[in-house]
């Protein structure tokens, strides 16, 4: 028998279906243990946050970075355009900014709340209600833009190139899988999943990248490695996909990445994931009641440190294997076929990798891995999209009705969510490869959250109806921008007409560069807003404040020991960018 095979044999099957009914066990244990610990006397504690140790923060916020759309979009734009998007996933720098600056901040906001805050909690304290609520709103549309549409899409090319099922029969199964799963397995069965997917995807990931230069180099995997970067240096007319700055306008990738201003506009949606979203935050803020402010300090900037040292892995987990499937492409023999002009092909270029170099037994065991990533990925969107919904907007419109009208509701909300994001497919199919349209519409909404996060923690002047205008306005702004891209082709559309004429300044503006001046202008219109709005109150200041005391606790929370581990981050870091410089 040919272990050897590019095709899914019976073995793989087999254990695909043991995986499954294993999981489904696992994840049954999990919840009837979680419900027994919720019925004992340690349920306030447990509900409030448990302080896990910094190691499992450091993994859990690996695994909640690892979505759906680095098996796909990584890989993908790593086969069509190289290292040119490595800047978005060699962030474990910034990572260490929510350790070492963030993290006191939200603690200090902690005690003065008296419990674990979330970042709606935080604008509707600092700035107003509406600011809050309308980050309720605005994280829904990220929702169908970013997370269902994206994630669906990532299901239906996955399937498509690895078991051949039509793209839409992936996409829409995927669908029905995870609301069943959700339905019954709630976040503690996200959490599970996560758990298991997180050493399937490490191992599988690199059993790829490796397998895959010794194709490529007939045996060597350091052979391998100088084939993949000739290949890859002769690609795009010469110009070469193998370093990080593009700073000649005649190469193909300029008009997408120009110059060093990439580096900036990827570190503006850094800054707004890594240190302001609830999805990473919520994971090292965890905490028992009583627990001192300098164990919590400690425990989460070291939590923070270990998931900088885990943000160096994607890049050679997705990033780089999608440039080996360039390479394989270019390799007769090699059962890899590509057209890098085609996004829906580079898009499925791991899906390509896994079918075309993983042995038999193995593809079944990593394939289970992708499917636990995929589920995970989309129920905690669709637990999140419920939450928001019902908490924010329906409850205080429609109080005092049974938990289970609200938990109705927040699964209608969901529906629709999904409905719209499986409309929006389509549009987003036409707008480019799926990690360069994840990352563009990121940059439509990360400045303004920038802009409001980061004026109201550090400066006391910043008025409530200075961050309500900042956050809504920036929002509207990108909206706009969003909706040119799709009229006019991001920009690349010919268009006639003294609108468009007068316009181009805004819809041809290249997108890092629109970014940096939007959140430029948004920090001035706050700043000027001030001026002519009422102060925050004394408790808003207050909240934002540190005493004396509260400084020696943050000094007294780390030693020599973390500094030096931080500077390892950014050692390795700095490290990767000489390489592709």
Known sequence: MNWNTNEFIWLDWVILAVGVVAIVWAIYRAIKKDKEKMKGADSQDYLFGKGE?????????????????????????????????????????????????????????????????????????????????????????????????????????????LLGLPFWYGAIGLIAVTAVFTVFGGMKGVM??????????????????FLGLSMLGDGSISEGWSQMMAVCNAAHDGFGTTHMFHTDPADPMYSQFPGYVVFLGASIIGFWYWCTDQHIVQRVLGQQKGESDDVVMKRARRGSIAAGYFKLLPVFMFLIPGMVAYALAQKTGSGIVMDITNAHDTDGAFAMMVKNILPAGIKGIVTIGFICALVASLAAFFNSCATLFTEDF???????????????????????????????????????????????IQSLIAPAMVAVFTLGIFSKRITPKAGEWGLIGGFLIGMVRLLTNVITDSGKAVMDGAFWECTTWFWQTNWLIFEVWLLVFLIVLMVVVSCFTPKPSAQQIEAITFTGSYKQLIRESWNKWDVIASLGVVLLCALFYAYFW
């Open 53 to 161: 140790p910094w190691y499992i923060i450091g993994a859990a916020i690996f695994a909640a970075n690892i979505g759906s759309e680095h098996l796909v979009g990584l890989a993908g734009t790593g086969a069509k355009d190289g290292v040119g998007m490595a800047h978005w996933e060699m962030q474990g720098w910034m990572i260490l900014i929510l350790g070492w600056l963030f993290v006191p901040f939200y603690q200090l906001l902690n005690n003065k709340m008296g419990k674990i805050i979330t970042m709606p909690d935080f604008l509707k304290f600092r700035y107003t209600q509406r600011t809050g609520s309308w980050l309720s709103i605005i994280t829904l549309i990220a929702y169908v833009l970013t997370k269902v549409s994206v994630t669906a899409f990532t299901g239906g090319i996955f399937f498509e190139y």
């Open 192 to 209: 599970t999943l996560s758990a298991i997917q997180t050493p399937i995807l490490i191992i599988g990931s690199f059993l790829v990248l």
């Open 394 to 440: 329906y409850k205080p419109m429609k109080k005092g009705m049974s938990e289970s009208h609200y938990v109705l509701v927040g699964r209608i909300a969901t529906i629709v969510v999904v409905l719209l994001g499986l409309a929006w497919m389509p549009i987003m199919m036409n707008m480019g490869n799926l990690y360069s349209y994840l990352q563009d």
